[in-house]
């Protein structure tokens, strides 16, 4: 089946300084990737889409420059944190689509904690 | 903004017994699926129902879908304690089925609790 990875599973971070979370599908080339936050408990929100080789398009509330959204090839997606604060913090999950498939494929998911 | 709505928020069953979560959407669809998250987990897709279809089985899941009402239904027979987990729904709503401006939408979820 297919199966996509990421990559830290957990990272701690002072406050101030930028995480990269990397995702990757693995038998299978993503033309498009989409990146989730989920707080404790709560539901997934869709923080942006990408697909490769265009810029990523973020839902309304999401800040561009915070979260910065790279999909240079069909097999990975980077989503890096800027200037991390405590309130970033939460569970970054991403996933995957193939073309013409209307399944997801979803990453073990990133626990970030900002310090 | 939350299309799908899951109700009960919580759940909590014996081993054995039936587990049923509803999901409740506000507009059209293309499709709706629902999965699952174990704690502090990814998330694992359960199945696939289309918006022309009404019922869907497989395995010990069965779901139903229902567009008049625009809900949704998941059930789990024989429920076992490895079933406890949150489980979602998840809406496809994009004006062209997984066009360029296909995204899903997810509800609360409902956390099930199995209890051997």
């Known amino acids: 089946g297919a199966v996509v990875s990421q990559h830290p599973s957990r990272v701690i971070c002072k406050s101030g300084t930028s995480v990269k979370i990397e995702c990757r599908s693995l038998?299978?080339?993503?033309?498009?990737m989409f990146w989730y936050r989920q707080f404790p408990k709560k539901s997934l929100m869709l923080m942006a889409t990408s697909n490769e080789g265009s810029k990523a398009t973020y839902e309304q509330g999401v800040e561009k420059d915070k979260f910065l959204i790279n999909h240079a090839s069909l097999t990975l997606s980077t989503l890096t944190v800027t200037s991390a604060h405590p309130e970033d913090s939460s569970f970054y999950i991403c996933s995957a689509r193939e073309v013409l498939v209307k399944e997801q494929f979803f990453g073990p998911g990133t626990r970030l904690t900002v310090l | 903004s939350q299309q799908g709505e899951e109700d009960p928020q919580a759940l909590s069953i014996q081993e054995g017994e039936n587990a049923t979560m509803n999901c409740s959407y506000k507009t059209s669809i293309n499709n709706l699926q629902w999965y699952r998250q174990n704690s502090g987990r990814g998330l694992v897709h359960l199945i696939l129902i289309r918006s022309n279809e009404r019922e869907k089985h497989s395995g010990r899941l069965r779901v139903t879908l229902d567009t008049s009402k625009k809900s949704s239904s998941l059930l789990i027979t024989a429920s076992r304690a490895a079933d406890t987990a949150s489980y979602f729904c998840a809406t496809d709503e994009g004006i062209v089925s997984g066009g360029s401006n296909y995204k899903l939408t997810f509800g609360k979820g409902t956390l099930l609790t199995v209890n051997p």
């Open positions: 038998d299978f080339q993503a033309t498009t």
